[in-house]
């Protein structure tokens, strides 16, 4: 157990509608990152979260957006959803921003599937 | 723009050989360089990581061997288990400014025969 909570575990949702996952990460870890794993693109960062601020973009769409809340917990909004986002979405956390190593722990991860 | 390639994408290694999977990657800025064990159902977990100012490290059965002029990095896995059958994934990241979110290869999937 990496001590990265992640709910709901499975969704199952149609096109064009929005859904809200949520991450709770280790105690004490400041930085959230949210990570999508697909079969043909493979594990992509989308965003990542320190102490409540928004700290670097990768892959995300337009259509999605997370936020980091004073609780440290986070959520990932997927929004308009099309058939090519159902996949395998996870939350990681680590202790702080850089320095001399930043192990990332993830959760079990929210497998999404768009209808 | 793919900026860490993985290969093989999937390894079948005899129970108690080496298994060996390599990884290139492009860009210069990156300075820290883990790699990720995954099993069915799980999230990915860190296995072992590597900064470019070593070229070897090693840790029980798994070794990481970087070659910073070429640009690759290699996980050698020692005397293979059937237990070490998982997907594998090499990753890359800057640590430097804070911006640290990882990059990863598209993964192989290892297989070691009993």
């Known amino acids: 157990d990496s001590g990265v909570t992640q709910t709901p575990k499975h969704l199952i949702t149609a096109t064009g509608q929005r859904v809200t996952l949520r991450c709770s990460p280790r105690?004490?870890?400041?930085?959230v990152y949210w990570y999508q794993q697909s079969l043909d693109q493979g594990l992509q960062f989308l965003i990542q979260?320190?102490?409540?601020?928004?700290?670097a973009k990768g892959n995300i769409l337009e259509r999605f957006s997370a936020q980091q809340f004073p609780d440290l917990h986070s959520e990932l909004n997927l929004s308009s959803l099309e058939l090519g986002d159902s996949a395998l979405y996870f939350c990681?956390?680590?202790?702080?921003?850089?320095?001399?190593?930043?192990?990332?722990?993830f959760g079990q991860g929210t497998r999404l599937t768009v209808v | 723009q793919q900026q860490v390639k993985q290969s093989p994408q999937s390894l079948i290694v005899q129970k108690g050989g080496i298994s060996i999977i390599n990884c290139a990657y492009e860009?210069?800025?990156?300075?820290?360089f883990p790699w990720y064990q995954q099993f069915p159902g799980k999230g990915p977990a860190l296995l072992i990581a590597?900064?470019?100012?070593?070229s070897e490290k090693k840790e029980g059965r798994f070794t990481i061997s970087f070659n910073k002029s070429a640009k690759q990095f290699s996980l050698h896995i020692m005397d293979s288990q059937p237990g070490d059958s998982a997907t594998y994934f090499c990753?890359?990241?800057?640590?430097?400014?804070?911006?640290?979110?990882?990059?990863f290869g598209k993964g192989t999937h290892l297989i070691i025969q009993p």
């Open positions: 990681a956390s680590s202790p702080r921003r850089g320095g001399a190593t930043t192990e990332a722990f």
């Open positions: 990753a890359a990241s800057m640590l430097k400014g804070g911006a640290d979110g990882l990059t």
């Open positions: 105690s004490g870890d400041l930085s």
């Open positions: 979260y320190y102490n409540g601020e928004e700290r």
């Open positions: 860009n210069t800025a990156f300075d820290y």
């Open positions: 590597i900064r470019p100012d070593v």
